[in-house]
């Protein structure tokens, strides 16, 4: 490595210490490349049994009030393999869930510990947790973004295509937090975005504004479409996701009849390149967002992806608690 490069590394690696993790909008292209090369690196001493423990002595509380396999697991695992501790606190465990205001609950647990990460519903809840908050916080959902997933949906689309900037990433389905982060990603990271869902469930308009002017300096497309055969053609990744996300589950029915036309199948994913690859944030429900025979199929690389979850929480924590 170069003195140019390692001075670069260094100078970012002090840029996110003691950041907060809300939205990837808040970080330049440099810095989520950074957070990307960083998971890879760790994923290999991993691999080859390297300890490696920045976070020894230290703690983050994991704040659900979503439940999560992917989340919870790659946060307690990855802290613990830092050398560090993770508290799971549900809404039931904490005075949060009792009516204690979200500002006093951010400054008591400043006094605690060194980060917090929360799950959560309403966007604003992350951010007046950090507002209040003098640590770390990461958000690891919200009805709004989802940036923890998406830093380890390019990890995995980077490892696989061994580059980010000019690839096509088709997504079908709802314009949901997983559509916005990917949209934000992609913009940020060089990589063209499609999105494709029916009429009502569309991406929400200012995040689509923000990707596009993002766009403008890394010369990506964000495109918004009704039609998926649009969106996937020449695409190099196919995302989708479940149609009713968690607190959406009462609108299951409508949603199956609203997105009967936006399953990906075999039929579909014939417009997109024949090394396309498919990534789904899980968990999937098979036979309605997508298909039995491509989501096992050859070009599947959602358990990769699921197991990216925890190289990129542990370069996350390691980036902005260490």
């Not at 100078?11 to 810095?31: C, F, V």
């Not at 417009?271 to 050859?298: M, W």
Request: hydrophobic share 40%.
């Amino acid at each position: 490595m170069s003195q140019g490069v390692q001075s670069n590394k260094i100078t970012i690696a002090q840029q996110l210490k003691g950041r907060d993790l809300l939205e990837l909008n808040d970080y330049s292209p440099e810095e989520i490349t950074y957070l990307i090369d960083s998971a890879i690196e760790l994923k290999k001493k991993q691999k080859n049994g390297e300890e490696f423990q920045p976070l020894k002595g230290k703690t983050i509380g994991l704040i659900f009030e979503k439940s999560s396999t992917r989340t919870r697991v790659s946060f307690e695992v990855g802290m613990y393999q830092l050398g560090g501790h993770a508290l799971f606190l549900s809404k039931n465990d904490i005075q949060l869930g009792r009516g204690e205001t979200v500002g006093d609950t951010a400054q008591v647990m400043s006094r605690y510990l060194d980060g917090i990460m929360i799950r959560t519903f309403g966007h604003d809840k992350v951010e007046d947790l950090a507002r209040y908050a003098s640590i770390p916080v990461i958000n690891g959902l919200s009805d709004l973004a989802h940036p923890c997933q998406v830093l380890a949906d390019y990890q995995t689309i980077y490892e696989h295509k061994g580059k980010l900037k000019g690839l096509k990433l088709a997504y079908i389905g709802d314009g949901n937090n997983m559509a916005h982060s990917l949209m934000i990603g992609g913009a940020k990271l060089g990589v063209d975005v499609s999105i494709a869902g029916p009429e009502g469930y569309e991406p929400d308009a200012a995040v689509v504004a923000e990707a596009r002017e993002i766009a403008k300096k890394t010369g990506a497309k964000i495109v918004v479409t009704r039609s998926p055969q649009e969106a996937v053609q020449d695409a190099d990744v196919i995302y989708t996701d479940v149609w009713a996300s968690m607190g959406f589950e009462e609108e299951q029915k409508a949603r199956e009849a609203a997105f009967k036309d936006y399953q990906v199948n075999e039929e579909l994913v014939k417009g997109a390149k024949s090394d396309y690859l498919f990534l789904h944030c899980l968990p999937a429900h098979r036979e309605e967002e997508v298909s039995t025979g491509v989501i096992d199929g050859p070009n599947s690389v959602i358990f990769d992806q699921a197991e990216n979850r925890l190289h990129a929480q542990k370069a996350l924590m390691a980036a902005l608690m260490s």
